[in-house]
């Protein structure tokens, strides 16, 4: 009896394993940059293959996701602009609408655990459906988009490839656009070189401007991320009083006002600057923590004194800034819509 149990036990795993390997493509093993955290992510949910990938970037650059077919994920997620939208500081989206925020870049998610300026989304795998459902953004459905692809000449023989049937589901959709957003890692930048030691040297002037980075800023933009993925009040001014930030999410009044870190790498190629994209320039930007902090209930402690700058001081930091600029990642090819 037990030695039956324990064959049946067996035969049910071998088949579980042989189907999944027969019709699947074999998993890509994300590599973590050396000098990066663990990922968040968990991957065991999502296992990110080829196929999974490439039906993931088709889907990512492809305008079916929105109403009227002009706008995609990447026409706001730019690669060459750190996949987000250059020249607006509220992105646009469908019958040029502006946005309530300024779009944030795609890169390193599988480091994150919540997103949006405000946290408001905390599974990457669910993102999808706000852009796609927003009547400013893509204002479509998920049904009907679901519906498209299910009728599309090339899309059911890349979900086979990537989940061994055809069938089209919310879930796999999803899953697919998670696997190519994880993909974009940006971990190669003059920076990146030389704290790994790869025959990189800094500037004085970058390496004057790494440790004023560090002593002023890095308590909030802090480690290789560049960001403690906290929501605080940096002090700006308060432009749309209805844009409260985390207290949206979280309904405290002393979370109104608070947005999240962001990241500053690839902060070259990402302005305008702050969820509003109020700043043109990093110097407009170094201004501010300089001498345009407002003062306000929720005013993160460590400005209340603003940041004192010296010119020289400013321009050390931006030439730091600058050296996180990774080139490779964006046109490394892998990624492009073409
Ligand atoms: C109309 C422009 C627009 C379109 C289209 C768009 N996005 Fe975004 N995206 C944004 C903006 C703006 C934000 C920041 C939103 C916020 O914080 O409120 C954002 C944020 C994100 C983030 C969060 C990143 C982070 O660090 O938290 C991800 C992921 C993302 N978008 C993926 C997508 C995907 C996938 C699609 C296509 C299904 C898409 N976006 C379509 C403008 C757009
Ligand atoms: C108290 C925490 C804190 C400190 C200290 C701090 N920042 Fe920030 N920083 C933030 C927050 C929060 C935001 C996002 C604010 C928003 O958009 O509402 C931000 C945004 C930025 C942005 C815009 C990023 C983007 O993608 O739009 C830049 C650039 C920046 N900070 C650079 C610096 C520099 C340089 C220093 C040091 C001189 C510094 N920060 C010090 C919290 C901080």
Redesign the pocket.
């Known amino acids: 009896m037990m030695k039956k149990i324990t064959f049946t036990i067996c035969a049910l795993i071998f088949a579980f394993i042989s189907c999944q390997n027969q019709s699947l493509d074999p998993a890509i093993q994300l590599s973590v940059p050396k000098n990066f955290p663990k990922p968040v992510y968990d991957f065991s949910k999502n296992p990110i293959s080829n196929a999974g990938f490439e039906l993931g970037k088709a889907?990512?650059y492809d305008g079916l996701?929105?109403k009227d077919g002009t706008?995609?994920?990447g026409?706001?997620?730019q690669q060459q602009a750190g996949f987000t939208?250059h020249g607006h500081d509220?992105?646009?989206?469908?019958n040029d609408l502006p946005?309530?925020?300024?779009?944030?870049?795609?890169q390193n998610?599988a480091w994150?655990k919540?997103?949006?300026?405000?946290g408001?989304?905390f599974n990457?795998d669910l993102?999808?459906i706000s852009?796609?459902e927003?009547h400013?953004?893509?204002d479509e459905t998920l049904p009907n988009v679901l519906d498209k692809l299910r009728n599309h000449a090339k899309y059911p023989a890349m979900f086979e490839k990537a989940f061994g049937t055809k069938e089209v589901t919310t879930a796999r959709f999803l899953k697919a656009?998670s696997q190519f957003?994880l993909m974009c890692i940006s971990a190669n930048s003059k920076y990146d070189k030389y704290v790994r030691n790869e025959g990189v040297t800094l500037t004085d002037d970058e390496l004057g401007g790494l440790q004023l980075f560090k002593q002023k800023c890095a308590t909030c933009h802090v480690g290789e991320l560049f960001s403690d993925f906290s929501y605080r009040n940096n002090g700006l001014p308060i432009g749309n009083e209805e844009d409260t930030g985390r207290g949206r999410i979280t309904l405290n009044k002393e979370d109104n006002y608070k947005f999240?870190v962001p990241s500053l790498r690839n902060i070259e190629a990402t302005r305008p600057y702050m969820?509003d994209g109020r700043f043109r320039s990093l110097e407009v930007v170094l201004e501010h923590y300089e001498k345009g902090i407002m003062q306000s209930q929720t005013l993160d402690n460590q400005l209340k004194n603003e940041i004192p700058l010296s010119a020289d001081e400013k321009q050390k930091i931006i030439a730091f800034l600058k050296t996180l600029t990774d080139e490779e990642f964006m046109s490394n090819k892998l990624l492009s819509e073409f």
């Open positions: 889907l990512f996701l929105s706008i995609s994920c026409s706001c997620h939208q509220l992105s646009h989206g469908i946005t309530l925020r300024n779009a944030l870049p795609i998610l994150q919540e997103f949006f300026w405000d408001g989304v990457l993102f999808a852009p796609i927003a400013n953004e893509m656009l957003q999240r969820h």
